[in-house]
């Protein structure tokens, strides 16, 4: 059967994708090993001419690809222009640093001359989840391909349209036709790229479920595998905070691309002493969001990507207000067309229910009293996951100390919201996977480390 797309704001089906035979797979593979060792082969600063390409490709076609992000899987048409140009930057960002972050590093020793060099492991599988079908596959194939590997890439089925698109773009700046090549493909498939000889690693973003699966059968082939998985991300809220502010960024923090993103804030931790002015605050400004068409300006929380996702996020509130949650706003399903859920809050949250053990991924806050700063922190790490985490406070020292020595996560952030910087490595921990992404870090991921030691000759 084909794939396909439906846009989620109305049910209607935006496109229909064959899904490839066992022959064009084999065919994109043995392409994509060949355009890689073209690739590898090149200087880097002819992969640097390719990637500013790229970056102004994206730029000159942002209203395209946004209307295509909005129409495959609901996100919000300015969302979306902000989303391309975030891959532009990351673009730009790998093609001016990744010489440095290349170069051999000299090590002391009595050697003639001893080094480390970094050089391609070769064609990467990337599989990429739909929430941010752009940003997520440009952030791991800046880096990757600026290290001289090759790239395939199996998108979520409902945002192949944007998988496609991309590999147009790659052909369109210049890169060998086939370094970057989509799978249109189905999970059985994938699992038999994992083993292909032809596959050197792996990275995958998506749930903990499809991590678990991947980084079995990467074991199985001992390969290498970066895995960006769930996050339940805290967000501390101390007594000296701005709650205004505070407010301000946790709204956004939670309900940008309608909730779903692994490093969104989900989990408001709020001291005892502010909780009832935080509250207040909060539910206002969420019941104040307003909900419809992504492609409308006026629109602040669109459809979930699809229908089933809706289902399961409705679920997981109605299992938590069983269990003795409070629906502060939203909650009910509307009535109509699309995979609607409107902005909602839960109060009363405890251990146990469905609000405070699962991701949430959606429109959905929790909000939790504590008693004070100690508790706060073990309740923020009271998770499976460890992503990332924000504490406000007035007290820089105070909110540093507890975000650089305590919140236990991959990233955490004083008086801001979670997010993901080029310029800073992003990953978690526990059940947020291992590995990282961008940064210095992440081009080194996907590199054979290899040492090399010269011996003059007597």
């Not at 053990?357 to 004070?372: K, N, W």
């Amino acid at each position: 059967m084909p794939f396909r797309s439906i846009n989620p704001a109305t049910g209607e089906t935006v496109a229909t994708h064959d899904a490839m035979s066992g022959a064009q797979i084999d065919d994109a593979l043995n392409r994509a090993v060949a355009a890689q060792r073209e690739w590898a082969a090149m200087p880097m600063s002819e992969r640097a001419r390719h990637m500013h390409a790229l970056s102004d490709h994206l730029l000159a076609g942002k209203a395209e690809f946004a209307a295509l992000m909005s129409r495959e899987m609901g996100k919000l048409y300015a969302q979306g222009i902000a989303e391309i140009e975030k891959c532009a930057w990351v673009c730009r960002f790998y093609a001016d640093q990744a010489e440095a972050f290349l170069a051999p590093d000299p090590i002391e020793t009595e050697a003639y001359r001893s080094y480390v060099n970094f050089r391609p492991l070769g064609v990467v599988l990337a599989i990429m989840p739909w929430n941010y079908p752009f940003w997520q596959v440009l952030r791991f194939a800046a880096p990757a391909l600026m290290a001289g590997n090759g790239a395939v890439l199996k998108h979520a089925p409902n945002v192949f349209g944007c998988s496609l698109a991309i590999e147009a773009l790659f052909r369109e700046a210049g890169f060998p036709e086939h370094l970057f090549r989509s799978l249109l493909v189905d999970i059985p498939e994938t699992t038999a790229a994992i083993h292909d000889p032809r596959i050197a690693a792996v990275s995958i973003t998506s749930s903990v479920r499809a991590g678990r699966a991947v980084a079995a059968e990467a074991g199985r082939a001992l390969k290498k595998c970066v895995l960006e998985l769930g996050g339940s991300d805290p967000f501390i809220v101390l007594e000296d905070a701005d709650l205004a502010r505070a407010v301000e960024v946790g709204i956004t923090a939670r309900f940008q691309n309608s909730g779903q993103s692994c490093i969104a804030a989900k989990r408001f931790i709020v001291v005892d002493e502010v909780y009832d002015a935080f509250e207040r605050r909060f539910v206002d400004a969420a019941s104040s969001l307003s909900m419809g068409d992504p492609l409308d300006a006026k629109t602040q929380i669109g459809p979930l990507a699809r229908v089933d996702l809706r289902d399961e996020l409705a679920d997981q509130v109605r299992r938590s207000a069983l269990a003795g949650a409070r629906i502060l706003t939203g909650g009910e399903v509307p009535a109509g067309l699309g995979a609607f859920y409107p902005p909602t809050v839960l109060a009363g949250v405890e251990a146990g229910m469905a609000a405070w053990s699962e991701e949430l991924f959606g429109p959905v806050a929790t909000l939790i009293r504590v008693r004070d700063e100690v508790e706060a922190i073990r309740v923020a790490n009271a998770t499976e996951f460890g992503l990332s985490g924000a504490v406000w406070t007035r007290d820089l020292a105070r909110g540093e100390r507890i975000a650089a020595q305590q919140i236990e996560s991959g990233a955490a952030f004083v008086n801001s919201m979670s997010k993901s910087d080029p310029r800073m490595p992003f990953g978690g921990i526990r059940h947020s996977g291992y590995g990282r992404e961008l940064s210095i870090y992440g081009i080194r991921e996907f590199v054979n480390i290899h040492a090399v030691w010269v011996e003059a000759p007597d």
